[in-house]
Antibody, heavy 120, light 110 residues
């Protein structure tokens, strides 16, 4: 079974750093793109960026370029999303999801989500 | 302001047929296929329709998708109470070089 399991919820203060993870199993990790999607409280889905774990080729949404870093460690089949200095406006649910062998496909499956709360 | 445009809400009574529209442009829906996601309350999104009109295994045939030009639609027939959810359309955008989403449509079963 193809599965993406995300790290637990986090509560952080503004200015702190954070790295959340997405552990993949049940398929060839290096063969499929993975994306990160933000959902702010009560709002819709926003694409943040995508990565190909095989060669770490990464594309960021213009809205998130320079704000986050997406990476992957193929030795442990895990993708990451990280911030160097969190803001209150980063409070949201973050989902990882698998794309196809080419990026212009559909997201399936999705991880269960990681809730990030940034508050002083 | 989402790249793809959906109505914020839709509603219907049990057994009815409802449709949800998704409008895009020549850089996204026009040249690319459309996918739909269902997000039940408090859960992660789930793939509902891919490649405009294909259903993943396990999705009832009450759900169907279509695309014409730069617009797409999701139709739900025989509406059931468990269909109450948020629905999102999505497509690859050639200008942004990434996937884009609609703002989502909240479906209420009256």
């Amino acid at each position: 079974e193809v599965q993406l399991v995300q790290s637990r919820a986090e509560v952080k203060k503004p200015g702190e750093s954070l790295k959340i993870s997405c552990k993949a199993s049940g398929y060839s990790f290096i063969s499929y793109w993975i994306g990160w999607v933000r959902q702010m409280p009560g709002k819709g889905l926003e694409w943040m960026g995508i990565i190909h774990p095989g060669d770490s080729d990464t594309t960021y949404s213009p809205s998130f370029q320079g704000q986050v870093i997406i990476s992957a460690d193929k030795s442990i089949t895990t993708a990451y999303l990280q911030w160097s200095s969190l803001k209150a406006s980063d409070t949201a649910m973050y989902y990882c999801a698998r794309l196809g062998s080419t990026p212009n496909g559909w997201f399936d499956p999705w991880g269960q989500g990681t809730l990030v709360t940034v508050s002083s | 302001q989402s790249v793809l445009t959906q109505p914020p809400s839709a509603s219907g009574t049990p057994g009815q047929r409802v449709t949800i529209s998704c409008s895009g442009s020549s850089s996204n829906i026009g040249p690319n296929t459309v996918n739909w996601y269902q997000q039940l309350p408090g859960t992660a999104p789930k793939l509902l329709i891919y490649n405009n009109n294909q259903r993943p295994s396990g999705v009832p045939d009450r759900f169907s998708g279509s695309k014409s030009g730069t617009s797409a639609s999701l139709a739900i027939s025989g509406l059931q109470s468990e269909d109450e959810a948020d629905y999102y359309c999505a497509a690859w955008d050639d200008s942004l070089n990434g996937p884009v989403f609609g703002g989502g449509t909240k479906l209420t079963v009256l």
